[in-house]
């Protein structure tokens, strides 16, 4: 258990890996909840995802593992493992023993790799939500790591006090009271934004937001200007590394991008690609603007088993009574039984409040690989060819090196 008093151990879904940092035939090592795993794709392009052990002696899969057709093999003594973990060759010629990987079951949405995890590797009673068309433009990736615990990060959804404190929003309102559907909560809030580029007189801006959380490793947060009729939304993917410290993955979508590069000035100058992509950096940047007093206030925050809560609170009880689901058996999660549980609906944060918005550290200092950034906005075919996974086979070919260098 980590200082948070918060458990190590989550059952849930959890972003992992971009897509594009395993291609086929590829293996990459992953630590999730102070597990040693791997995920490997296929020559065949297959994913997968195992235990960081070999069962056959215990050797490390993700210092000794390569793809071999359809299979991993361990070259310590040559055993082979299909992606359902199955041991279906020794290295001897000799007939496999019935060794069995603990496997996971991996999903990929938007370039991104999801794991389940399970303390008792319990098949998944549910499904993250998975990319649903071209309607949403290409994604943006940027990644994040911090101390910190996913229920913290998920419990930002339903933290509207902060929504004036640290992004200097105002007239919060929610929309109604939070909604519980099993696996996922929704919680609607309408407010008015700090105009940062100025345009259309400067005046703050309508927005509606609404945050979807699934599981405690991935919240969709979807934003609507109405004035405009601009819609986007970022996923925000944790996951628990172990020690107290975690990764979270940023991937932000705009909808109808075509018809949102309308809006934008001397439009009709640009290729529509490049509209697109102007659109995007500058969605992203705004976007990143606030993400970061986010990760400021988290990475400096102590979970409070029992806050002292206030009217004018978000449903911070609620949100916690249904958290509980995702944690081991037997595990309480200390409540605050004499408080509201759905905080109070009808409460509107001051309009225009006096807020002085806290001090950020430069970027670099809280993005992991800071060149993850500046590389997204490069076309696509430079950055698939030099910034991916394999890119450092193609480094080596620029450099003349003559062997393959597996990524
Ligand atoms: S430890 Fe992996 S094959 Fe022996
Ligand atoms: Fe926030």
Known sequence: MSSSSLPEVINSWFAVARSEDIPAGSVKAIHLMGHRLVIFRTEDGKLAAMDGACPHLGGSLAQSGTVEGGVLRCRLHGFCFDTAGQCTETGYGTKPPPLKAR????????????????????????????????????????????????????????????????HGFSEATRTGPLEVDGHRVRQGIRCRVPNKLGVGGGADIEMDFAFHVYG??????ESHVPSVDFFSRTFVMSSLVGDGTMDVRVVSQCRDIGR????????????????????????????????????VYWAHKRYLPRPGLASGDGPIVAFRRWAKQFYPRGFELPMAPELDVDGDVSFITPAKP?????????????????WRGWRETLPDPIRKRFFTGSGVAAWASVLGIGHRVRA
């Open 103 to 166: 496997t996971y079951p991996v999903r990929e949405m938007l370039g991104t790799v999801l794991l389940y995890f399970h303390e008792t590797a319990e098949t998944p009673t549910w499904e993250p939500p998975l990319d649903d068309g071209p309607i949403w433009s290409r994604p943006t990736h940027d990644v994040f790591s911090l101390t910190s615990h996913p229920q913290e990060i998920a419990e930002n959804a339903v933290d509207t006090g902060h929504l004036t404190w640290i």
């Open 216 to 221: 405690l490793g991935i919240v969709i947060v």
């Open 260 to 295: 949102s590069t309308s809006h934008l000035p001397l439009k009709w100058l640009m290729p529509e690609r490049a509209a697109e992509r102007l659109l995007l950096t500058v969605y992203r940047r705004a976007m990143l603007f606030d993400f970061r007093r986010d990760l």
């Open 354 to 370: 006096k807020v002085r918005l806290p001090q950020l550290p430069p970027s670099s200092q809280l993005q992991t690989g800071w």
